[in-house]
């Protein structure tokens, strides 16, 4: 079956995952793990914009871009973990953190809904942006710098307005920019005499 290029994009991003990994491991420069993190970035930006312009914007597309998204960052992590042992020693209680209510949220959400939620929201955006640039930093000058803080700190804060959304949500919802319009999406759904 012929992939569409939004399709392809998402692959070769899940492709970027085990690569990154694997080149950490066998040190490989910081410059090309960051190039890695970089293409992977771009494939992100790429392929919703094809997407959309395409009309295949499919709950099942955004679902697996959720899931393919998380799987890249968490090996990026892992990989800068083995370029830069010493990239979590002051934040590492924001990564317990962020994975705590990351598996609390997904569990509910698989719960609720029978399957992940794919908001997109805007404060993912922003943390994607973070992340890269931290990840690409880090990897570049082997320090992990004062932006992977700010970026876990985020990842927190999107963390707990996904969860949030999820529990106001009444049923699955893809691209949901933020909690003030999953809060309105709810209200609308809601019976009349409950509106008030």
């Known amino acids: 079956m012929r992939l569409s290029t939004p ?5 070769f991003r899940g492709l970027c995952a085990p690569a990154i990994f694997v080149l950490a491991c066998f040190n490989f420069p910081g410059g090309v793990l960051a190039a890695v993190v970089v293409a992977a ?3 992100d930006i790429f392929d919703g914009v094809i997407a959309r312009r395409q009309g ?42 962020v994975t705590i209510v990351h598996v ?19 404060s993912s955006k922003l943390l994607g942006v973070l992340l890269v640039a931290a990840f690409t930093h880090a990897f570049l ?3 992990p710098g004062p932006l992977l803080g700010v970026a876990l700190w985020l990842a927190v804060l999107n963390e707990i307005e996904g969860f949030a959304a999820s529990v106001v949500l009444p049923s699955w919802r893809a691209d949901v920019p933020s909690l003030i319009h999953a809060i309105a999406h709810a209200r609308r759904h809601l019976p009349v005499e409950d509106r008030a």
């Open 41 to 43: 970035f771009l494939s």
């Open 7 to 11: 399709e392809l994009l998402i692959a």
């Open 104 to 122: 609390s949220r997904k569990t509910f959400e698989l719960t609720k809904y029978g399957r992940i939620a794919s908001y997109h929201m805007w």
């Open 141 to 143: 000058t082997a320090r």
């Open 56 to 97: 295949i914007s499919t709950a099942e597309l955004r679902t697996a871009d959720t899931i393919v998204d998380t799987v890249f960052y968490v090996s990026a992590a892992i990989a800068l973990q083995v370029a830069v042992p010493a990239a979590f020693d002051a934040t590492w209680p924001l990564v317990v953190v």
